[in-house]
Structures are given as structure tokens and as C-alpha cells.
């Protein structure tokens, strides 16, 4: 683990593993009475937003943003795409998990830091991208009623949430939503459907395996039942029994808390043609996109690519055969990484599907949503081929549900 300072917006040499002292001016936050223990808490200016926001001891700076309601830009949460560099002013920090891969040499050289995974040792502050105006970056948090589940697949579930209606919620094409869990755990899941469609929501789910909200929502949904309360923003430790019972309880009412929009993935509007490359549930926030596009009757050619396993794993594929036959879609072309021999699609990798069939990329404004292996190659060969826009969101799982997901599977072998 290292230790970086950067003062006066000059970057500094890592400090080694000692704790560093704050810079000269840096105000620590309140310490333990009586102790020389690590500040409960310090301090984070965004400088371009003139907003200062307390962090908590192993917060990520991002998170300290979502709790303070701001939308900054991110994506995959994982440290892998690179979303939410920002550049950093003043202060000490570290990376507990070693510095990420979605953070370049060159983007280090220049002061920059990944914010979901970056922790401060120091007050600091920081300058973000800003795709939106910070009027438009407020988060709401609010209660959801799940209104239906339908299953769309083997491992998929279309989730219908009924937000309440006397409260406003307003997305763009491509955000997303999380869901909160006990314990201040969270899910993150793509809206599916278009801008002005709540008071409903939907969402396309699909089940991980040891994942605990959608290992105890498919279990819900095969039981029939939906009746409890989840305590989703109480704070402090939960055990992972307790955790368990109180979110089986909330699937069985058919509450949840979520909050959004998030997200900086969403409609662009151009007059170039659209590409949409998708993996698995990356068609959510893909859907989302080209329902705004139909509905609004945008005139937008769009071409969709969507990756998937196997034929079974293709949950949408006769509504998307329907929009190219109402001529809402230009092409639609399924890809399978494990088809049988007699599929007559495409085989093999969804980027590697659109580098054998399209050769002008750089006409096309690109969205890419999916596993983070997927979105890594999209932005690496499409810009090699000449892509200019490409807009993409990089699915990745939370820290704890991998490490649930490695005991379970763990436990079977």
C-alpha cells in the first residue's frame, strides 16, 4: 500500500507505508478523545463544485460523494474503466488494494486519482469532470414497491418497481439505480426503461451465483411470495445472518429502498449513426437508450450487437427481431461465445462480431454496456479502428458480493 501527497497541484513520490503528515494547512477532522488514533473523519473539497464533504475512515472518496448526493461521474465502481479519475489538488491518500488497473501511467503522471477506490490519509481536494451541469446531479433516495416479476430467461428476471407518486424521479437513457441493502451494502442495476416512464421502473436482473439480493429475490419469486421491511439505509455492522433474514423479509413485502439516477452513461444527442454492443443484462441500460430514441421518434439509425452465452441466455431476442421489422431497429445482430453448431448467428466475442462487420467505426457514435473484460476491448480496438464517441458503462460486481461469490463457490467444489 502507498502513500501519495500532492500539494499545490504538484504530485509528489510515494511516501512508503508510513503514515504520512498532512500537508501544511490541511485541517484534520476531530480525533477519539484522549487518543492519537487516525482522524474519525477528514475533509473533501470538490473545488469546481465549491462543495466540502466529510469521509469517513475507509470510505472510497465516491462514496463519500453518493452520500452526500452528489452523481459524479463513475461507472463500474471496480477501479477497471477509468470513469471516475479526477484530478487531485491538494492532499495525502493511498489505495488500499494497490493502485487500480483502470488508472494509466500517463493519467498518474498527471495528478490524476480514481475516486471509487482512492482513500484519504488528509483533508483533500480534488477537481471532477462535469458532463452535467450540478444542477443535475442530485440523487434521491426513496421507497419501491416491487409491482412484478416476470422471468425473462433461465437466470433472468424482469423486475417492475412502483416508486411512490407524489415523488418525482427524473433519469436519462443509460443511468442506473441501487438498491439498498442492509448493512449499507448496495446492488447497482441499469433502468430499462425510457426517461418519463416512472412512477415504474424496470429492470432486467440477473441471478449471481452466492449473490445475496438476487440469490433472495429468485428464491422469493419461486416461492410465490413477496410479503416484512427492509431496514435498507439503517447504518452500523449487520451480521450476514441477520443481514440475510432482514432482506428475505423485505423481498417478501415487496419493499426496497433504491437511489439514483446514477451514473454518467446516457443518450447523446447527435446526428451520427448509432452502435449499441451489449453483454448479457448490459441490454438494460442499451434498452433504455433506444426506447427514449423510439418513443421520441429521433430518427436515429441504430445498429445493436448483443453478446450473450448461449441461445437460451437471449431473453429479448424476438422484440428486438421486432423493432428491425418495424424499422426501429437498422440491424440487430445476436452474438453467442458458446453457440451450438446450428446457430446461424454470430460466434465468438460481441467486439470481435463488430470489427468483422463493421469497418467505418468512426461514423458511429458507439454505447457499450457489459462485463468490464468486454468494455476494456470495446474501448481499446474500436478506438484503434477509428471509433471517436464511445460511450460505455462497465458492469462489475460490489467488493462483498464477490467475496460472497467466492464462498459459494468455494462451498460446491
Request: net charge neutral.
Amino acid at each position: 500500500m502507498e502513500t501519495h501527497r500532492r500539494v499545490a497541484g504538484k504530485p509528489q513520490e510515494p511516501a512508503g507505508l508510513s503514515e504520512a503528515r498532512p500537508p501544511d494547512g490541511a485541517r484534520p477532522g476531530p480525533r477519539a478523545a484522549g487518543s492519537r488514533c487516525k482522524p474519525l473523519w477528514v475533509k473533501l473539497r470538490i473545488a469546481n463544485l465549491d462543495r466540502e464533504l466529510e469521509v469517513l475512515p475507509g470510505r472510497s472518496l465516491l462514496e463519500a460523494a453518493f452520500a452526500a448526493g452528489l452523481n459524479v461521474p463513475h461507472s463500474c465502481r471496480g477501479g477497471n474503466c477509468g470513469s471516475c479519475a479526477a484530478l487531485l489538488l491538494e492532499g495525502e491518500y493511498f489505495y488500499p488494494n494497490g493502485i487500480p488497473l483502470g488508472l494509466t501511467e500517463q493519467q498518474r503522471a498527471h495528478g490524476q486519482v480514481l475516486l471509487c477506490q482512492v482513500r484519504a490519509r488528509s483533508d483533500i481536494t480534488v477537481e471532477i469532470s462535469l458532463p452535467v451541469s450540478a444542477d443535475d446531479i442530485a440523487i434521491k433516495r426513496l421507497p419501491a414497491r416491487i409491482e412484478h416479476c416476470e422471468p425473462l430467461a433461465h437466470d433472468v428476471l424482469r423486475v417492475t418497481l412502483r416508486l411512490p407518486i407524489a415523488e418525482s424521479f427524473s433519469f436519462q437513457a443509460g443511468q442506473y439505480l441501487d438498491v439498498l441493502l442492509p448493512g449499507g451494502r448496495r446492488r447497482s442495476f441499469s433502468i430499462a426503461s425510457a426517461p418519463g416512464s416512472a412512477p415504474l421502473l424496470e429492470l432486467q436482473i440477473r441471478r449471481a451465483v452466492g449473490g445475496e439480493f438476487t440469490e433472495a429475490l429468485f428464491a422469493a419469486v419461486s416461492a410465490g411470495v413477496m410479503r416484512g421491511t427492509m431496514p435498507a439505509a439503517a447504518s452500523g455492522a449487520m451480521s450476514s445472518e441477520a443481514a440475510d433474514v432482514s432482506l428475505e423479509r423485505a423481498l417478501r413485502s415487496a419493499l426496497l429502498t433504491i437511489e439514483g439516477p446514477l451514473g454518467q452513461f446516457r443518450y447523446h444527442e447527435s446526428a451520427a449513426p448509432m452502435l449499441l454492443v451489449g453483454g448479457g443484462t448490459g441490454l438494460a441500460p442499451l434498452d433504455s437508450i433506444m426506447r427514449h430514441v423510439i418513443e421520441r421518434n429521433l430518427k436515429r439509425p441504430m445498429r445493436l450487437f448483443w453478446g450473450c452465452r448461449a441461445a437460451r441466455d437471449l431473453y429479448a431476442d424476438a422484440r428486438l427481431r421486432g423493432y428491425v421489422r418495424q424499422g426501429a431497429l437498422q440491424e440487430y445482430v445476436p452474438v453467442l461465445s458458446e453457440a451450438a453448431e446450428s446457430f446461424g448467428g454470430e460466434h465468438g466475442l460481441v467486439h470481435q462480431a463488430v470489427l468483422r462487420r463493421i469497418a467505418d467505426l468512426d461514423r458511429y457514435d458507439v454505447y457499450a454496456a457489459g462485463p468490464p473484460a468486454m468494455i476494456a476491448a470495446v474501448r481499446r480496438e474500436f478506438a484503434a479502428r477509428g471509433a471517436q464517441q464511445i460511450h460505455f458503462d462497465s458492469f462489475d460486481y460490489a467488493p462483498d458480493a464477490l467475496e460472497r461469490q467466492r464462498s459459494a463457490a468455494a462451498s460446491t467444489s
